[in-house]
């Protein structure tokens, strides 16, 4: 299965041409799976709850969602990708997972990070795994990754990769994945972007690194801090299913969360 991700600089607002890009990069290569970034259409600094009002959509009624779905199905892929949801009167920080045939799920960021609380509404959906060819898919999105729980939930319910739309500015996250694959012995791709934002307050500026890990925390490709690209990698879904680390030691039924502290 080939799997693979967009890393780019998303410009506020221009929802278009946004994803005209991400479009011309998916068209370059084949992939079975492609992830994009964090609100890839909008790009990520918001000002005011007007902003999110009008760039937010519905999901799957929206332009963008509709758009990934027509190009997962010129495309035969399916892609994953991180977009403002309008659901009624709340917003959402959300991603979808779409493919030839139309939505396969939506994921609404449970854990929200910094201003993010402003605007949005923290996640009501819980995680889910859904397959993708021959994987099992689920998504978290990008400050989730900092939450052990979020990785081990979506392991739980046999998740074999993790899809993991990213607007990083904090350094921690490239080298913490490593270790939520390997606890969970499961592939990861994270897609982050580059570039800067200063929309009249503080600049952010993004890491990029977006990278795809394996099931023993092995980085199999890590992008540039700086350039736009986009890369596939070839993986075998089924090394995520053994969970055994060795004759005594299985990773899941080792658990004892009869012990563990209940919040």
């Known amino acids: 299965m080939k799997v693979g991700f967009v890393q780019f600089d998303c410009r506020f607002g221009e929802v278009e041409k946004n994803t005209d890009r991400a479009a011309e990069w998916i068209t370059r290569q084949r ?5 994009l970034p964090e609100l890839f259409n909008t790009s990520y600094q918001f000002t005011s709850k007007k902003e999110v009002a009008a760039l937010a959509e519905p999901v799957p009624s929206g332009p963008t969602t509709q758009r990934l779905i ?7 892929t399916h892609l994953v990708a991180g977009l403002a949801e309008r659901s009624g009167k709340q917003f959402y920080n959300s991603s979808v997972l779409v493919g030839p045939k139309g939505l396969l799920s939506v994921y609404r960021k449970i854990h929200l ?8 509404t923290p996640g ?12 099992r898919v689920g998504m978290m999105i990008c400050f989730d990754w900092f939450f052990p729980e979020a990785a081990r939930s979506l392991a739980l319910l046999g998740a074999d990769i993790i899809a993991h739309p ?4 904090l350094p921690y996250c490239p080298d913490a994945m490593p270790t939520r694959c390997l606890e969970n012995r499961l592939f990861a791709i994270t897609a982050n972007r580059v570039g800067s934002e200063s929309r009249g307050k503080e600049t952010l500026t993004y890491i990029g690194m977006s990278e795809v890990v394996d099931p023993k925390g092995r980085i199999l490709y890590r992008a540039s801090d700086r350039k736009e690209e986009s890369h596939v990698v070839e993986i075998d879904p089924k090394l995520a299913r053994n969970k055994s680390l060795n004759r005594y030691n299985h990773l899941l039924k080792d658990r004892r969360d009869r012990l563990y502290v209940k919040s």
């Open 31 to 35: 992939a079975d799976l492609w992830v």
């Open 70 to 76: 027509r190009l997962a199905k010129e495309n035969r």
């Open 113 to 120: 990070f910094y201003e993010e609380t402003r605007w949005f």
């Open 124 to 135: 009501n959906l819980r995680f889910q795994v859904h397959p993708v060819g021959k994987a």
């Open 166 to 169: 990213s607007n990083l500015v």
